[in-house]
T-cell receptor
Framework: KAGVTQTPRYLIKTRGQQVTLSCSPISGHRSVSWYQQTPGQGLQFLFE???????NKGNFPGRFSGRQFSNSRSEMNVSTLELGDSALYLC?????????????FGEGSWLTVV | KQEVTQIPAALSVPEGENLVLNCSFTDSAIYNLQWFRQDPGKGLTSLLLIQSSQREQTSGRLNASLDKSSGRSTLYIAASQPGDSATYLCAVEEGAQKLVFGQGTRLTINP
């Protein structure tokens, strides 16, 4: 069965623009979470969605937002891009919200802000 | 605030050796601990998940242990191979898929 799919894989944006990243979870998975990975800060939790509701949020400014659709697909949006937003954005899915389910990650979307 | 530390940051060993990667965390109130592998430019691959009530998990040449009371986990890799070269990440789950990651150990296995 297909894994977690993220699009686009690579993109370059200019400071001040906004960007939308997409994630399709593994079929049947209802929980989707997003992470930012940078060389300096490592992997940091952005937010988690379950049944179209944001249940958990990390310590990121309001410029970072997301949503989940009824088919469990998710998008995240970053507005007013800053140079420091350049990172690998990883989406992950799991079966449900119970702790202890293996979390599966996509290949990520590489965002470069110039 | 939960902090996860991985030591060493980088490790280079000859092929065939057994090795241990270390992970420590500051708050023992975790749901589980997971070990992941990340190849350059790629996403993460789950290796082992240890529930908070468990002491260890094994998969093939990999064995992970968890000591919640001391805030430590180890990943043991037996008979290392060049294909094991990657960055290994330890993460604790604080609940509802929120993972707190260590900075990783970059492992190189030399043929």
């Amino acid at each position: 069965k297909a894994g977690v799919t993220q699009t686009p894989r690579y993109l370059i944006k200019t400071r001040g623009q906004q960007v939308t990243l997409s994630c399709s979870p593994i079929s049947g998975h209802r929980s989707v979470s997003w992470y930012q990975q940078t060389p300096g800060q490592g992997l940091q939790f952005l937010f988690e969605y379950f049944s179209e509701t944001q249940r958990n949020k990390g310590n990121f400014p309001g410029r970072f937002s997301g949503r989940q659709f009824s088919n469990s697909r998710s998008e995240m949006n970053v507005s007013t891009l800053e140079l420091g937003d350049s990172a690998l954005y990883l989406c992950a899915s799991s079966l449900d919200r119970s702790s202890g389910n293996t979390i599966y990650f996509g290949e990520g979307s590489w965002l470069t802000v110039v | 605030k939960q902090e996860v530390t991985q030591i060493p940051a980088a490790l280079s060993v000859p092929e065939g050796e057994n090795l241990v990667l270390n992970c420590s965390f500051t708050d023992s109130a975790i749901y589980n601990l997971q070990w992941f592998r990340q190849d350059p430019g790629k996403g993460l691959t789950s290796l082992l998940l240890i529930q908070s009530s468990q002491r260890e998990q094994t998969s093939g040449r990999l064995n992970a242990s968890l000591d919640k009371s001391s805030g430590r986990s180890t990943l043991y890799i037996a008979a290392s191979q060049p294909g094991d070269s990657a960055t290994y990440l330890c993460a604790v789950e604080e609940g509802a898929q929120k993972l707190v990651f260590g900075q990783g150990t970059r492992l190189t296995i030399n043929p």
